[in-house]
C-alpha cells in the first residue's frame, strides 16, 4: 500500500523512521528500506521504502511474512494491503504528527474511502 504525505515531515527519512521505531536496511544493490518488527523475531515484519525524492514524500509498506526461501529470490510472502497495515499506518501519522493522505494500491490506483 502507498501513502503520500500531505505536508513534508520536520526531518529527513532516516531520521523520522527511527523515531517511530524502524530500522534502516540497505539490500545488495544498495536501495534502502526500513523494517520494523511484528513480534520478537525477525519475520513477519513491516517492511518500508521511502520515496523522499517525489513530491509529495511516499510510503510504500508492506509486510513481510517470511525470509525468502530461495537465494536470489526476492519471493517473501507479502501482505500489501488490510487491518494490520492499516492500523500501522495510523500509528505512524499519530506518532509522526503529519497527516497522510491519499492511499494508493500496489497498482497505483487511490482506493476508495
Known amino acids: 500500500m502507498k501513502v503520500r504525505f500531505k505536508e513534508p515531515p520536520h526531518y529527513p527519512p532516516h531520521v523520522f523512521m527511527r523515531s517511530i521505531g524502524y530500522a534502516k536496511q540497505t539490500n545488495r544493490e544498495g536501495e534502502v528500506s526500513y523494517v520494523r518488527r511484528v513480534s520478537g523475531f525477525d ?56 497527516p497522510m493522505v491519499i492511499l494508493v494500491n500496489k497498482n497505483g490506483k487511490p482506493l476508495e474511502r
Open 43 to 98: 519475520f513477519p515484519r513491516f517492511h518500508v521504502y521511502v520515496q523522499d525524492l517525489a513530491v509529495p514524500l511516499t510510503l510504500s509498506i508492506h509486510i513481510d511474512q517470511k525470509a525468502p526461501t530461495y537465494d536470489g529470490s526476492s519471493a517473501h510472502s507479502g501482505e500489501y494491503f488490510g487491518d494490520v497495515i492499516e492500523d500501522e499506518l495510523a500509528r505512524m501519522r499519530a506518532e509522526l504528527g503529519v
